[in-house]
């Protein structure tokens, strides 16, 4: 009622104003110049020529932009300018808009367009304006009732002269990225919102707010229509009230992501069209009253701290076209009444843990273009009328448990994007789907699907852009007959990785293809002359993990990305790759992947040319010779490069200069016959994470200039030549991120490093896995594109422990200084590394006691102190090390009785054997009176209970135990970087490599 109270008021005054200007001119003017076009008034149309004068002229900023001022002229009549708007009656200039217009610059403080104090329009919208906005722009113009400055440049602090603006409706403020963006501090916005009463639009896309008290958003005016504060920073509580203001239609706050709030409960706007709340962190539950908003166009609650069940009570959102409400917590049954939407287009209910099937039948849906619902738990089949859907493009089911065969799909549609990945769907793949004439993308990998894929019936989806079968067992491919004819013209990426192909897919020939994955099958022999025809487009191929014996010739004359790890090719590489050699350009491979195979020979000096090498893996071969010393040439992009378990042999060339590898991460040459000095110049690789050079002749000392490394996280030298004392005068910061660190089995001499272990930060920080793993190498291809990765693995064994560490090796923390010649006591300062999970120091000659600051190693599951020469008792204070699983102090001089308790109650003689002054349990010889008394522990003791929660856990914990050996396994699928498969081992302690059996 007050809304249209106010316009009716409006209406009057206007109808009052035209009168009095009427009577003003019959009065004034003689009756033959009432009927002549009034000119606008000289001085406005000199306001605005010394305004066009002033102002710059850049870059069009849109394809619709053109310089509007460009028909500014004193000629004319300025009310007939482009972009000019004047008073029917008076003349006055009331209306600016030169959005669009390629103006640039800043605006002049002192500009005569301040002037047509008269304006209630100005536009200066997508333009290049930039700078502060003046001040005087809302002095002067009293009358503004429209204002809109968005997408320019401006920066700084808004005036606090924008609360002047008394008349104003619309605001846009939006989406002006300067500098320093456009921001309001807490005063400012407050202002605006107690004055501004008339405002009925106020948008703020991108202003930085983060200053202002969330609040004064109660302050608003009840006739607020439109409020959209999207990406501004705003942190805090949201007031619920807001949401109730009367009139309030649209309200976007997406994009704040320190943004909290709740969902009244009831009273919420019921002229409310448009709600979007993505990316913010509100809680609680969606209200029953949502179903009174029949207004409602828009909803989007993506990405939010939502949780429970949705109450089914949509049935009534007629108008509803847009509901998103991805990544909320919710779980439940699915809401059934948001498939009876009329006029819904877009249906996003993915990352959830909504449950139950599909419905059976749905008929109302006919407008959907795009169904997301991946990654939940929805169970049942794939419903027949999900591709009857006329206007559906995309369907998205990835990660459900659904299950069966998929039904048949009864009448062709428009869907272009089609996957039902991770699920657990049965059967054939329906002959319809190969009907889908619309058909871009297809993936149906890692399900059970069986039976054979023909040429023929992929040659009918003329469309298709991308299709990924991989991960089902039981499904083949195969070629029709004249199969010659069919072609693929669209089709880039195809994977049937881990099904059951049996040969190279020879009629993809007639194709555009680009990334061919056809790893993890049983493709024997090799690949002829005639089959690699045909493949000019080739960029990415992985026939890893077959039975491949010889390559006649490689696919394609474009090759990129090759991956040949896990077969049987045997000869020299050189041989291997003869048709690089030929067709290749010297600048073309990113990455080659040829571990595993039975290769024998040197690397060839072709190698050395390919510039452009992000990632190089030779591994687990039978190659020999030297590393060429023109590797030196390789690429500044080589972030990867694997020689490990080979038979190399002589020194590592010191090609490591002039910062030409400051992007190397990986550097695994271990388990060859390396020998001489460690290069210096591998200070030089300022990324180096990774190095792994045990298993070889080494003659050096300890490599303390990798100290300068700042990410270097794991440092393998074990079974080396290496000798002398570790230097202890080294800088707070050196090793400061290292969290593996093995020097077994050398001839270090001297006492333990004290300072060094006080640097070793990242072992006293307990970290937490992130949703990334550090220790991931991602492989880039052509336009830096990610084509996989290769994720780091360790295995531990030690007795009868053995586990393997994947995307835990990001929290690892390990220490082996065994088999040395170590001496003195071992330093206090080793109990701050509360983090450390496994330490060896065995086989030195330490001498003194254990230190009781082991018992703040909190973290340690594995401690090997065996063949030393400590003396002293055992400290009762190792009984608080409720993780250790394996303990190892044979062979010491070690007396008095042995702790009692928690874990020392679990090992086993041969855990103190050799320690001829030790007693009690579980050694057969008993303490006398004199010895320490049992460490007691009272059975309703806060310890006692943790104790017992630590072991009803235990099996699921990652127990470890490392002093025998580890393997690194290096893992890649480009198609999929989630996917494992396997890599290189080294057997410390044996000496001996692993078989090379495929």
């Known amino acids: 009622m007050g809304r249209l109270i106010r316009m009716l008021y409006q209406i009057l005054c206007l109808l009052l104003e035209l009168l009095y200007f009427q009577l003003h001119c019959s009065l004034s003017f003689p009756s033959s110049s009432l009927h002549s076009p009034h000119l606008c008034l000289p001085e406005h149309r000199a306001a605005l020529l010394e305004f066009k004068n002033t102002i710059s002229l850049g870059d069009c900023r849109t394809f619709s932009s053109y310089p509007k001022i460009y028909s500014w002229n004193e000629s004319t009549d300025c009310c007939s300018w482009d972009g000019v708007s004047c008073h029917m009656v008076t003349g006055h200039v009331i209306g600016i808009d030169l959005s669009e217009s390629c103006l640039n610059g800043t605006l002049p403080a002192n500009s005569n367009l301040f002037h047509l104090q008269e304006l209630q329009r100005l536009n200066l919208a997508y333009n290049d304006f930039n700078g502060s906005i003046s001040s005087k722009l809302f002095n002067q113009f009293v009358s503004l009732a429209h204002l809109n400055l968005s997408f320019n440049s401006f920066s700084d602090l808004i005036p606090y002269e924008i609360s002047l603006l008394s008349k104003l409706v619309s605001l846009d403020l939006s989406w002006s990225g300067g500098d320093h963006n456009l921001r309001f501090d807490n005063q400012g916005f407050e202002m605006l919102a107690r004055n501004l009463i008339e405002l009925r639009n106020l948008i703020l896309d991108s202003v930085d707010m983060s200053d202002v008290a969330i609040p004064s958003f109660l302050n608003l005016t009840s006739s607020l ?36 709030g709740y969902l009244p409960k009831s009273n919420l706007s019921n002229a409310l069209q448009l709600l979007d709340l993505s990316s913010c962190r509100f809680k609680g539950s969606i209200p029953a009253s949502f179903g009174n908003l029949t207004q409602l166009i828009f909803l989007d609650f993506s990405q939010n701290d939502f949780g429970g069940q949705v109450p089914d009570v949509f049935g009534n959102l007629n108008k509803l076209t847009f509901l998103s409400f991805s990544s909320c917590n919710f779980s439940g049954q699915l809401p059934t009444t948001m498939f009876n939407l009329t006029q819904l287009t877009h249906l996003d209910l993915s990352f959830n843990r909504f449950e139950g099937p599909l419905p059976n039948h749905v008929s109302e849906l006919q407008l959907l273009e795009v169904f997301w619902l991946s990654s939940n738990l929805v169970t049942g089949g794939v419903p027949s009328w999900l591709f009857t859907l006329p206007s559906l493009q995309t369907l998205d089911l990835h990660y459900n448990k659904l299950t069966g065969a998929i039904d048949q799909v009864w009448k062709p549609n428009s869907v272009q994007y089609i996957d039902l990945r991770s699920n657990d769907i049965h059967g054939p793949i329906p002959s319809s789907f190969f009907d ?24 009918k989806l003329k469309n298709l852009f991308s299709l990924d079968l991989s991960n089902n067992s039981l499904l083949s491919l195969s070629a029709s007959e004249n199969d010659v004819n069919y072609t693929f013209l669209k089709l880039a990426s195809v994977s049937f990785s881990s099904c059951s192909i049996r040969q190279f897919p020879s009629f993809f020939r007639t194709s555009n293809l680009v990334d061919l994955d056809l790893s993890n099958n049983k493709i024997r022999g090799g690949i002829s002359k005639w089959e690699a025809e045909g493949w000019e487009n080739l960029n990415s191929l992985n026939l890893s993990y077959n039975f491949l014996t010889t390559l006649e010739q490689f696919p394609g004359k474009n090759l990129r990305i090759l991956d040949l790890r896990s077969n049987l090719l045997q000869g020299p590489i050189l041989s291997t790759c003869l048709n690089l050699q030929i067709k290749n350009p010297p600048w073309s491979f990113y990455s080659f992947l040829i571990s595993n195979n039975n290769l024998i020979g040197n690397i060839p000096p072709l190698i050395c040319n390919w510039s452009l090498l992000n990632s190089l893996d030779l591994s687990r071969n039978n190659l020999s010779g030297t590393i060429p010393e023109c590797f030196g040439n390789l690429s500044k992009s080589l972030e990867f490069m694997n020689l490990e378990m080979n038979n190399f042999y002589g020194k590592i060339p010191d090609f490591f200069t002039n910062y030409n590898y400051n992007n190397l991460k990986y550097l695994l040459l271990n388990d060859n016959q390396l020998e001489g000095l460690l290069p210096r110049s591998l200070a030089n690789c300022s990324s180096l994470e990774v190095l792994n050079l045990s298993n070889n002749k080494f003659t050096d000392t300890f490599p303390h200039w990798l100290a300068s490394l700042p990410r270097l996280r794991i440092l393998i030298l074990g079974f080396n030549r290496l000798h002398g004392p570790m230097p ?14 093995d020097l077994s089995n050398n001839k270090f001499t001297g006492p333990l490093p004290t300072k060094f272990f006080q640097n070793l930060r990242a072992m006293k920080d307990v ?3 992130g949703p990334w793993d550090p220790f991931s190498f991602l492989i880039v291809g052509y336009h830096g594109r990610p084509y996989g990765e290769y994720q780091t693995f360790v295995n531990i064994t030690m007795k009868r422990l053995e586990f393997e560490l994947g995307k835990t090796l990001a929290i690892f923390k390990f220490m082996d200084f065994s088999n040395n010649l170590f001496c003195g006591q071992i330093p206090e300062e080793l109990g701050e590394l509360n983090s450390l999970q496994a330490l060896n120091f065995s086989n030195n000659n330490l001498i003194g006691p254990i230190p009781p600051s082991f018992g703040n190693m909190i973290a340690l599951e594995s401690l090997d102190l065996s063949s030393n020469k400590l003396g002293g008792r055992i400290p009762s204070q190792l009984t608080n090390l409720t993780f250790l699983a394996v303990l190892n102090l044979s062979q010491n001089d070690l007396v008095g009785q042995i702790p009692r308790g928690k874990q020392f109650d679990t090992f086993e003689n041969d855990s103190y054997g050799g320690n001829s002054g030790l007693c009690g349990f579980p050694l057969s010889k008993q303490c006398g009176n004199d010895e320490e008394p049992k460490l007691e522990e009272d059975e309703g003791s806060k310890i006692a209970f943790i104790w017992k929660v630590v072991m009803m856990g235990y099996g699921c914990g990652v127990v470890l135990g490392l002093s025998m050996g580890y393997i690194v396994v290096f893992e890649w699928n480009p198609m999929d970087p989630t996917s494992l498969a396997s890599g290189s081992t080294i057997r410390h302690g044996s000496g001996l490599k692993n078989s090379r059996a495929h």
């Open 436 to 459: 889908l004439v619309n058909l871009e993308y297809l993936d149906l990998s890692s399900n059970n699907l069986s039976g054979v894929v023909k040429s023929n019936m992929l040659a």
């Open 225 to 260: 229509e439109r409020l959209s504060v999207k990406e501004c920073q705003l942190h805090g509580e949201f007031p619920i009230e807001v949401f109730r203001l009367p009139y309030l239609q649209h309200i976007d706050l997406s994009y704040n992501y320190n943004l909290t």
């Open 728 to 741: 202890n005068s080294v800088a707070s910061s050196n090793f400061s991120v290292l969290q593996i660190i």
């Open 767 to 769: 970290t937490k896995e």
